[in-house]
């Protein structure tokens, strides 16, 4: 009867109707596998149902299934998530409160800015030195001062910061225009900005502390804290376990944004179509041992023996004759995200030149280690935890070796 039916209907109608007739098929055979439906076959079903069986009814099935899976497959392009998104389903889950997913979005527009400003530095004259000198006595880049101007304002027009202190400000700084939330904001707004005129890999560094009520209550209409209102953000900011949330943005040929609120470690990577932060990896794990080492060996010969002997070993062959392979960009982003993804260590020592080292423990190291223990690693001074130090000052620098678990904790035993 089927094939009668077949028969005597038009042409045309074939053809139109080829697709439901396909999936007629595929229902039609789902239904013989179900055994709700056993009862319901008889006479013609059954026919079909014997029919099914064929090589014919076997091909049909797969032609349904195949356009099915190609329907699934196309669909999951478009569904992407973006940083926006993800932030609200975080604050739906209660994982961070309102106050700080706004904060969070106002850092990811200021990266956007500054991913423009960085790309079109050249043409825009951004490039070379401003004239001036930060408190830790750099020569400022003109994309320095701008930078921090744009992490600031964003920050500040958020209205949910209560402090901010910046690598290139002298001072933190009060904000004024805070209505709810008050959280502390730490960031390097342009880290390795030396490399900016080659158009070498930069970035964002940032950190977010738990707002704190008795900190805010006597600062007055003065925004440059003084000395006592210095120390109370130190130890409002102290250690960096208290860390809320950390990430970076690297500014290199994706414009990519990773961050923490310490659940795991999210990547996500600016679609230039949309204009929007798209999540690309989620939860990231750092290698437990990696064969790359990052350190800046131009200054070999102003470190510790043991430091010596440990970079020495890592050149040895050994028995598997493969060395460890050097790989320092001089941008700290740059290099701990490839450590970050390949594993291996980044370390940037202390010296006879600079005695704790060049990084920021508020600024750089916290954050940075909170990213990487996060992600399954570890961070350290070369003797203890770096979430664990108490910060002294607002600008203090430390020792800083980061990566993979196995290399950090390797690098600790030369040192011990």
């Known amino acids: 009867m089927v094939a009668a039916a077949s028969a005597a209907a038009p042409p045309h109608v074939l053809l139109s109707n080829s697709r439901s007739l396909s ?14 439906s056993r009862g319901l076959l008889s006479g013609n079903n059954a026919a079909l149902r014997t029919k099914a069986r064929t090589g014919n009814g076997v091909r049909c099935a797969t032609v349904g299934t195949a356009e099915e899976a ?20 975080q604050e739906k889950s209660g994982v961070i409160d309102a106050e700080l997913t706004i904060v969070l979005s106002s850092i990811s527009m200021a990266c956007k800015q500054i991913a423009s400003l960085v790309q079109r530095a050249g043409i825009s004259n951004l490039t ?10 750099e020569d400022q880049k003109k994309l320095d001062v701008v930078s921090n101007e744009v992490f600031s304002n964003c920050l500040k027009s958020s209205g949910r910061t209560g402090i901010i202190a910046s690598e290139e400000e002298d001072v933190p700084v009060a904000v004024e225009e805070s209505y709810s939330g008050n959280y502390i904001v730490v960031f390097d707004p342009l880290d390795g900005s030396s490399n900016i005129d080659a158009a070498v890999s930069t970035g964002s560094i940032f950190g977010i502390y738990s707002p704190n009520d008795e900190c ?49 470690v999210y990547a996500f990577t600016l679609d230039p179509m949309y204009g929007e932060f798209v999540l690309t990896q989620q939860k990231i794990q750092i290698p437990r041992a990696g064969k790359i080492y990052a350190f800046n060996e131009g200054n070999y010969l102003l470190w ?51 005695k704790n080292g060049k990084l920021r423990l508020l600024y ?43 290399e950090v904790e390797k690098l600790e035993k030369y040192l011990a």
């Open 304 to 354: 510790d023996d043991k430091l010596k002997k440990y970079i020495d070993d890592l050149k040895d062959p050994g028995p598997s004759g493969k060395p460890y392979s050097a790989r320092y960009i001089g941008s700290l982003v740059g290099d701990f995200h490839r450590t970050l993804l390949y594993g291996g260590i980044y370390g940037y020592p202390r010296d006879k030149k600079s």
């Open 70 to 89: 190609e329907t699934k497959k196309k669909k999951g392009v478009y569904e992407i998530q973006t940083l926006t998104t993800w932030l609200l389903q």
């Open 128 to 137: 070379g030195i401003q004239g001036a000198v930060n408190v830790q006595g």
């Open 23 to 36: 999936n007629l098929y595929s229902f039609q055979l789902r239904a013989f596998d179900s055994s709700s």
């Open 216 to 264: 805010l209550a006597d600062i007055g209409d003065d925004p440059n804290l003084g000395s006592s209102e210095q120390r109370c953000v130190v130890n409002v900011c102290q250690p960096g376990s208290n860390l809320l949330a950390a990430g970076y943005c690297m500014y290199s040929s994706s414009i990519i944004f990773v961050l923490t609120i310490g659940t795991g």
């Open 364 to 406: 750089e190291c916290a954050p940075m280690s909170f990213i990487v223990e996060q992600a399954g690693g570890k961070g350290s001074d070369g003797h203890q935890r770096i979430l664990d130090i108490q910060p002294t000052e607002i600008h203090q620098r430390v020792p800083l070796y980061i990566g993979s678990v196995e």
